[in-house]
């Protein structure tokens, strides 16, 4: 079997893994990462989207393999330092989710899209979350969320940013 060495929400992990095991069943089974949930496991929801080397992938459409030598950030890695990560700040108090299962996913291709973009349009928002599905919400307040997080990131102390 394949030896694996991944760094995961700052831990470093090293497995002997089967090459057919994707990288959710990885982070859930192995590692006890159950933040991140399994929406589809046919790559279509985006519920199991984390972080690898800062871009989002639909962690059922890797293998744990292909992880080898990379750092994972799921869900659980965010705001360890006790505080609340602003995204997620931002999806409370924009009340951008009912039943919360598609959040972490969401969450994590949300950072990804302000990594690309810190300060995108409502579309732009639209356009780079259109892989992850919400059966719930209608997307309206989670483009808000994600848009009052790119604010905040961008500007933390909440001070005017002079030109
Ligand atoms: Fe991975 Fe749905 S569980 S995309
Ligand atoms: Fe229920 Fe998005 S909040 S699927």
């Known amino acids: 079997m394949p030896r694996i060495r991944v760094e995961v929400d700052g831990s470093t992990y090293e497995d002997d893994v089967e090459p057919r095991v994707l990288l959710?069943?990885?982070l859930?089974?192995?590692l006890g990462k159950v933040g991140t949930p399994v929406g589809c496991d046919t790559s279509n929801c985006g519920a199991c989207t984390v972080l690898?080397?800062?871009m989002s992938v639909k962690s059922c459409s890797v293998l744990a393999v292909q992880a080898d030598g990379t750092d994972v950030t799921t869900i659980e890695g965010l705001g360890m330092d006790g505080r609340t990560h602003p995204m997620q700040q931002a999806f409370h108090?924009?009340?951008a989710l009912q039943c919360g299962y598609c959040?972490?996913?969401m969450i994590m291709a949300s950072l990804d899209l302000l990594r690309e973009n810190p300060d995108p349009s409502d579309e732009e928002v639209r356009e780079g979350l259109e892989g992850n599905l919400c059966r719930c919400t209608g997307y309206q307040n989670i483009v808000k969320a994600v848009r009052r997080a790119a604010g905040e990131m961008r500007d933390p102390a909440g001070q005017e940013v002079t030109p």
Do not use: N
Request: aromatic letters at 6%.
């Open 28 to 30: 859930r089974e192995r």
């Open 24 to 26: 959710i069943h990885y």
């Open 93 to 95: 108090e924009e009340h």
């Open 103 to 105: 959040t972490p996913g």
């Open 52 to 54: 690898m080397d800062g």
